[in-house]
């Protein structure tokens, strides 16, 4: 632990407080163990008889009391947060190439086997504060060293080294090239420091956002790789499954640490991996023994080795992507039945038209059959009447059968709606009569005008009377047609109403009646409320059924107007 907060103490900051503090306190500790250690070694050494030139006890015991004393109560003042960090520290600085010089002087001045300490706090000037501190320091050094070869020269020491016969300097040379040469290397000592920490500080701030930025792609992968909707499974030479996302474990029904490290056939023996392929289907078996339709395709997955394991690289390791396709299956065989369907009906459009040629040949033909027999009653004009009625009736259910299976192109334009209804009675001979019987009622203001197909939209007319006519016997009551202005899903439009007060309409059987060949008549084709959905829907509009059994029915055609159509 000392050891790290060592060299944690030496690593350069990024200009932060609280790292300042942090290396400053570590300096103070390093001084007092340092000078602690430096005096006490040599102590020792001179006990056994190595000629060392030391202070007396008293005095080398004043100099570590000051030592503590001065490192102690800088201790306690850098706890205070008002303190100016930059400036606290370059004074430790100061203090510590006091401390050396004062060493130095004390133990043989030019002679003294110490003078390197003033290496220290160059050193730790350059790498806690860059090259300014480290230059301070040296600078300080310098002349602090400059001072003691100055003092040993004028003869100015201390009374010990006279009794020991201490020999100084007297060669102004001599003198000057020691002052030179370690001058020289404090300076060139703050310079490399300062370079050093500098560098050190810029390759760890990109070391800092590399490694920040690592973190967030991997974070970025981890995401993709839980939140992909495809499952993802990665086995490694052994087959033995080494990661498994969500999506996977959600395909099939397998928790991902559930399977992570067992082998990949003991839960997905379908899967071949022996041979790779663009894409596989399989029946997979879930864990709750259900059975899906699945779509894999794999490949191999060049792994770099572990170097903490020494492992050689993963030569047959795979990535498998999984997907459950039993949806897609089902959408693709809904599609195919679509278009087998479409082809149907348009084979059936065509048979239908060119059945009405010979159709009209027979009506003809009976009609020619009615005039011979010249209004007589027999067995020939009650069969031409059959075919007649029957003839009619086909060529209606064709007619209904093309215009559903072939809807004819919208000629959009205005119209009066009071209007479109009489003229659809009015060209129905039945409803023309039960019109004429106040059996059909209109409630139709005169000057409101809709917008659309105005023949088509007499189909619709047409169509929604016939059924009720049919439904509502005439002791019920009329059938009343109505129609307002009104609005739907913010759109505004024209509302009619065809209302009659027959049985109604069954809640189970009014999900069906919109379904084409769906009848409750005998005589039915089950188009009508096909075409009629149909021709609404192809104006944008809405189709509403208000019934209920016992209580009459009322259908809502809703028409938008012409501003709100997309």
């Known amino acids: 632990m000392m050891n790290f907060g060592f060299f944690k103490a030496l690593t350069p900051i990024y200009d932060n407080n609280r790292q300042l503090r942090r290396h400053i306190l570590w300096l103070l500790l390093i001084r007092v163990i340092f000078f602690t250690l430096l005096i006490g070694i040599t102590a020792v050494l001179a006990l056994l008889g190595t000629q060392v030139l030391l202070p007396p006890p008293a005095v080398t015991l004043a100099f570590l009391a000051v030592l503590f004393i001065f490192s102690i109560g800088s201790t306690a003042l850098l706890q205070k947060n008002d303190l100016r960090l930059q400036r606290f520290g370059l004074i430790q600085f100061l203090s510590d190439t006091i401390f050396a010089a004062i060493l130095v002087y004390g133990t043989g001045c030019s002679q003294s086997i110490f003078t390197p300490v003033f290496i220290l706090p160059v050193i730790a000037g350059g790498l806690i504060m860059y090259r300014t501190g480290g230059l301070m320091s040296a600078a300080a050094a310098t002349i602090l060293y400059g001072l003691v070869l100055f003092m040993e020269y004028a003869g100015v020491l201390p009374d010990y080294m006279a009794e020991i016969g201490y020999v100084t300097v007297h060669d102004v040379l001599k003198a000057t090239n020691l002052f030179a040469v370690y001058g020289v290397t404090f300076f060139l000592t703050a310079f490399l420091s300062g370079t050093l920490a500098a560098r050190l500080r810029t390759t760890e701030e990109a070391l800092s956002r590399t490694s920040l930025e690592f973190d967030r792609l991997t974070l970025l992968y981890k995401q993709i790789f839980e939140d992909i909707s495809t499952g993802i499974i990665t086995v490694d030479d052994a087959g033995a499954i080494t990661s498994c996302n969500t999506a996977a474990g959600r395909i ?63 030569n047959n390791c795979k990535v498998i992507t999984l997907q459950d396709i039993s949806t897609i299956e089902k959408m693709e065989k809904r599609v ?124 619709v007319l047409t169509h929604l009377l016939e059924n009720s006519l049919t439904f509502s016997p005439e002791e019920n009551g009329p059938i009343t047609v109505s129609a307002r202005e009104d609005s739907w899903n913010v759109i505004n439009g024209i509302r009619i109403e065809v209302r009659d007060l027959g049985p109604g309409i069954d809640p189970a059987t009014r999900e069906k009646i919109f379904q084409p060949f769906f009848s409750t008549r005998e005589s039915g084709t089950g188009l009508g409320l ?24 009322t259908m809502q055609i809703f028409l938008p107007l012409p501003s709100h159509i997309a």
Not at 534 to 550: A, M, T
């Open 252 to 314: 099939t029904g397998y928790p991902p640490a559930e399977v992570i490290g067992r082998p990949i056939e003991d839960h997905f023996p379908s899967l071949q991996l022996e041979k790779i392929s663009i894409r596989q289907v399989v029946d997979l078996k879930k864990k709750d023994g259900s059975m899906i339709r699945a779509g894999y395709s794999f490949s191999r997955l060049n792994l770099p080795p572990d170097p903490e394991r020494a492992d050689v690289a993963c």
């Open 336 to 459: 195919r039945e679509a278009e087998k369907m479409a082809a149907i009906g348009e084979l059936s459009a065509s048979i239908a038209h060119d059945f009405r040629n010979p159709l009209a040949a027979i009506s003809g033909c009976a009609q020619l059959l009615a005039l011979e027999e010249g209004g007589q009653e027999g067995t020939g004009k009650s069969l031409s009447t059959i075919i007649l009625r029957e003839s009619n009736r086909m060529a209606k259910t064709i007619t209904d059968f093309l215009q559903f299976a072939r809807p004819a192109a919208i000629q959009e334009e205005w119209f009066d709606l009071q209007r479109l209804v009489i003229e659809s009675i009015a060209a129905e001979q039945d409803l023309h009569s039960r019109y004429l019987k106040g059996l059909i009622e209109m409630n139709i203001p005169e000057n409101l005008d809709g917008f659309g197909d105005r023949q088509q939209l007499q189909t």
């Open 530 to 553: 096909a075409i009629i959905r149909q021709i609404v829907e192809n104006h944008h509009g809405e189709v509403v059924v208000i019934s209920s059994p016992g209580q009459g029915c």
